[in-house]
């Protein structure tokens, strides 16, 4: 099974963006859902939503309004579009893709 490599964390302030990408080198990644997790401190880890191999988005209650998902099936990329963070968005964020999931990239909301 192929690894997703995801990558964009960082420091952000408060109210900034952020787009976090995630590759998976797979010839099937055109033909499967992905999704797209977070894990806060001390906390559990959680979807944030899922995208179907045709690009529609289905995003967890919690997580609807500010969290944008998309695909390029040309490119095996996924991506994770962050808006207006919060200080409570600190986490990382993981992607996975057919039951495997990457190593994760750390964003830090703060000032």
């Known amino acids: 099974q192929v690894q997703p490599v995801e990558s964009g964390g960082g420091l952000v302030q408060p109210g900034g963006s952020l787009r976090l990408s995630c590759v998976i080198d797979?010839?099937?990644?055109?033909?499967?859902?992905m999704g797209w997790h977070r894990q806060a401190p001390g906390k559990q880890r959680e979807l944030i939503g899922t995208i179907s191999e045709d690009g529609r988005p289905n995003y967890s209650d919690s997580m609807r309004g500010r969290f944008t998902i998309s695909r390029d099936n040309a490119k095996n990329m996924a991506y994770l579009q962050m808006n207006n963070l919060k200080p409570e968005d600190t986490a990382v964020y993981y992607c996975?893709?057919?039951?495997?999931w990457g190593q994760g990239t750390e964003v830090t909301v703060s000032s």
């Open positions: 996975r893709f057919g039951g495997v």
């Open positions: 797979s010839g099937t990644f055109r033909f499967n859902y």
